[in-house]
């Protein structure tokens, strides 16, 4: 690459490094959380919930698989029944939640809702009939 005067080299902005240092804080910040010993179960919080909703809503979506390997149709109803308990989530615990939950919980209902619209305006079917 080459900038206006003719260098060569790499522009970084400080966008860029202001991101870059808070995610590494933020991996910095996780790998002092102690983990659970191995075998042991999971520490239930919200983010784990969400998690939880959100894969229903997805498996509803389409496009997974069953343990035998063998597709699962989508259905856009037990899809939108998840996306909805997430919204009534979103409700019940306005103001209750940390900036990261809050976030989370937000990006995870905007890509749901964004992929259920998707799912439910594309054409049924194969062809169009002939006349």
């Known amino acids: 690459m080459t900038d206006e005067a003719g260098h060569r080299g790499l522009h970084i902005d400080s ?9 590494k804080e933020r991996l910095a910040n996780q ?11 999971p520490a239930a919080n919200f983010i784990e ?4 909703m959100a894969m229903q809503a997805a498996i509803g979506l389409g ?7 063998e597709r699962i149709p989508p259905n856009p109803n ?13 409700k019940k615990t306005a103001g209750n ?6 976030r989370i919980l937000d990006g ?10 998707q799912a439910v305006s594309a ?6 009939k002939a006349k």
């Open 97 to 102: 939640l940390s900036e990261e939950e809050k």
């Open 108 to 117: 995870v209902l905007y890509e749901l809702r964004l992929q259920y619209v």
């Open 63 to 69: 496009g997974y698989q069953g343990p035998g390997g």
């Open 49 to 52: 919930l969400v998690n939880l």
């Open 123 to 128: 054409p049924r079917g194969g062809a169009p």
């Open 15 to 23: 966008d860029w490094k202001a991101e870059a240092a808070q995610e």
């Open 78 to 90: 037990v899809a939108k029944h998840h996306i909805d308990l997430l919204e009534v989530l979103d």
């Open 31 to 41: 790998e002092r959380t102690p983990r659970p010993a191995a075998g042991a179960e």
